[in-house]
């Protein structure tokens, strides 16, 4: 067991990362983080869908097949920016709720933890935002106030159109702390927010040049979040497409893995959920509605695919490619919300702007190909994202189109940034005390290295809990009782090992309970937020 003290794990990391960016240049950081977006849905993961872009930046660096995310937006949005889990950010669930009493559940960032931003500005660098916030601005935490320099942002996400049916709360948008409606000739006409909000990255970048600083910009993408829409154009390239089911194409995704070397062809692709039914049993009428949620799905990951070219471009027509290290993820696996059927609701064609589409359970099953369950849980399924990690200039020719198979977790990323930029983490920050780092650098794994982690990693979400330990993994859905899996040969979790080691199970228990004890966890208070439709009759 490697159970040792957060703030041993940070010195380790710091200490071993700084002496490699000692001496050179300080890079641009450019963190994208997608939304609702499985393991498998992008090519260099296996998908079928087109990813040019995303597929040479893979094949130009180095892609992680074992990097984590919380299970849910909120919380990974405050885990990724602050480089602590999620509780102790005070962001334990959404940004919506608040729990008087709980240490963890607040709405929004706390002033105990400090965000990417404020530690590179206060190293000299240009800081800006692009795109869905969801970190509490209704409770007064906004990006312009959490250190970033320039912004442009939706409150909540679920923005797509200039003029479409809205959800509450996304009427606007926020341009460096300025509310304007969506339609605002600033923001341009007809626009899709995947390009919207790249554009105005590389107008914030523009700024940064023009200063002579070194910048960080986190573009967080709406896409693939629900209402699912896309242009009429690009949806019309898929419609048909998806005709051989998510029985077939999960097949035919876990081959292309396994070819990759994403998988290891000893984890078997897991069975189809009960709740979910077979492609072949669905009526023809039923067969081309799922075809069709799943062609908007496919339009606006194909999108978010092109806008990754709009920047990489920009990038590169700007001299600037070179020396920034650019990551790209998803906060949580595919989203199962609206059960088996999905939904499909409102006006004009499925994904158009006043439609309401859900892409529903059978679909998001095969967006987490090979794993198990989605968003909100903590086994595989809802915690692995794609990291695709790219840098010229940091990382060699010999690492190009490696495949990094340490463990590693969101709240590396602070880490990473703390050490490539040379900046200081702070003890205290505003007169608030600071809680330490939890991750550790990627930059050896960058180099082919050994990573300098010493703790577990650890996960909670609406009961939902975890902790990975080296090949070990201990794992509970709520209220049920705790599982074990050997993650070398098991990753895709079918046998359950608890009954034959109790007693390394008795010990990863008892370092969570530890774990959630010092990251302010509370026993969560309910409801099971993940017991969806189970009909499969009425698809």
């Avoid at 092109?306 to 998803?330: H, P, Y």
């Avoid at 940091?394 to 900046?423: C, F, Y």
Wanted: net charge neutral.
């Amino acid at each position: 067991m490697r159970i040792k003290t957060s703030l041993l794990s940070c010195l380790i990391g710091c200490l071993i990362g700084l002496s490699s960016a000692i001496g050179a240049e300080r890079p641009n950081i450019v963190v994208v983080l997608v939304d609702d977006m499985g393991f498998s849905d992008i090519g260099c993961y296996g998908g079928e869908v087109p990813t040019p872009n995303l597929d040479r930046l893979s094949a130009e660096g180095v892609r992680f097949t074992q990097f984590y995310n919380t299970a849910r937006c909120s919380p990974t949005r405050a885990s990724l920016l602050t480089g602590l889990y999620p509780h102790q950010a005070g962001m334990g669930w959404l940004d919506n709720r608040v729990e008087p009493d709980s240490r963890g559940i607040h709405g929004r960032l706390l002033p105990r933890c400090v965000t990417i931003a404020e530690v590179l500005h206060s190293a000299g660098y240009f800081t800006a935002m692009t795109g869905k916030w969801h970190l509490g601005q209704q409770h007064g935490c906004v990006p312009w106030k959490r250190g970033f320099d320039r912004s442009l942002n939706s409150r909540y996400g679920e923005v797509y159109f200039p003029k479409e049916m809205d959800k509450p709360g996304t009427k606007m948008l926020y341009l460096n702390g300025e509310e304007l409606p969506k339609d605002s000739p600033v923001f341009g006409k007809d626009w899709y927010s995947t390009d919207l909000f790249t554009e105005w990255g590389l107008k914030f970048i523009d700024e940064a040049r023009a200063e002579k600083k070194p910048f960080f910009l986190y573009l967080a993408q709406g896409a693939v979040h629900f209402p699912l829409r896309a242009p009429r154009e690009i949806i019309d390239k898929y419609r048909g497409k998806y005709m051989a089911g998510w029985d077939e194409l999960r097949q035919r995704r876990h081959a292309k893995q396994i070819e990759l070397g994403i998988v290891d062809r000893r984890w078997p692709l897991t069975p189809r959920p009960p709740e979910s039914p077979a492609w072949e049993t669905r009526k023809a009428d039923r067969q081309q509605r799922f075809d069709e949620i799943m062609a908007v799905y496919a339009a606006m990951i194909d999108r978010i695919d092109f806008a990754m070219g709009t920047l990489v471009d920009g990038l590169k027509e700007r001299g600037v490619l070179d020396n920034t290290l650019i990551l790209f993820l998803s906060d949580n696996g595919g989203n199962a919300e609206g059960g088996p059927p999905g939904v499909t609701r409102g006006e004009g064609p499925i994904g158009n702007p006043e439609s309401y589409v859900l892409l529903g359970m059978n679909w998001a099953t095969l967006a987490n190909t090979p794993f198990r369950r989605y968003k909100h849980f903590t086994h595989e399924g809802g915690i692995s994202t794609p990291l695709i990690a790219h840098w010229p200039a940091g990382i060699s020719k010999e690492r190009r189109n490696a495949l990094e198979k340490q463990p590693a977790h969101l709240v590396d990323i602070m880490a990473t940034a703390v050490d490539l930029a040379g900046a200081n983490y702070p003890r205290e920050f505003g007169g608030e005390k600071i809680e330490p780092m939890q991750g550790v650098s990627l930059g050896p794994a960058l180099a082919g290295k050994p990573l300098a982690r010493t703790e577990p990693i650890f996960w909670e979400h609406e009961g939902n809990k975890a902790v990975r330990d080296g090949k070990w993994k201990l794992v509970m859905r709520h209220r049920q009782p705790w599982q074990l899996f050997d993650m070398e040969a098991d990753r895709t979790e079918q046998h359950d090992l608890i009954a034959e080691q109790p007693e390394l199970a008795a010990r990863l228990e008892a370092a969570w309970n530890a774990w959630a004890q010092r990251a302010y966890v509370d026993d969560w208070p309910g409801p099971d937020h993940t017991d969806w439709g189970q009909d499969i009759t009425r698809q």
